[in-house]
């Protein structure tokens, strides 16, 4: 079993920054990619970005490319969600999520895909 604990969420003004962090702990052998999630109240989960276990490929939506970066730190067992020029639509609840992945190089960008989640953590951005 691993456990995920997400951390940094908060209310910011519109054009500031956050930076989430994930800490994983238990089978630390389960899992290698990792990504961040969102959801807004009503509506499907959706993929925010993801990292393979290597760190060198990553993977971005659309709707954050240029200004999220996902970042980890295998010796601390964490990943880092680096969110930048917020905007008041992304506003929602960031859930990090871990998998056990075909290769270390490979990462995951369907909610489908992972295995374990976190309990979530609510950023607000207001206008």
């Known amino acids: 079993q691993v456990q995920l604990v997400e951390s940094g969420g908060g209310l910011v003004q519109a054009g500031g920054s956050l930076r989430l962090s994930c800490a994983a702990s238990?089978?630390?052998?389960?899992?290698?990619?990792m990504g961040w999630f969102r959801q807004a109240p009503g509506k499907e989960r959706e993929f925010a970005a993801a990292?393979?276990?290597?760190?060198?490929?990553?993977d971005y939506a659309t709707s954050v490319k240029g200004r999220f970066t996902i970042t980890r730190d295998n010796a601390k067992n964490t990943v880092h969600l680096q969110m930048n020029s917020l905007k008041p639509e992304d506003t929602d609840v960031y859930y990090c999520?871990?998998?056990?992945?075909?290769?270390?190089?490979?990462?995951?960008?369907?909610?489908?895909?992972?295995?374990?989640w976190g309990q979530g953590t609510q950023v607000t951005v207001s206008s």
């Open positions: 238990g089978s630390m052998s389960s899992i290698n990619s």
């Open positions: 990292t393979s276990w290597s760190g060198t490929n990553t």
């Open positions: 999520a871990a998998v056990y992945a075909s290769s270390s190089l490979r990462y995951c960008s369907s909610r489908q895909e992972y295995t374990y």
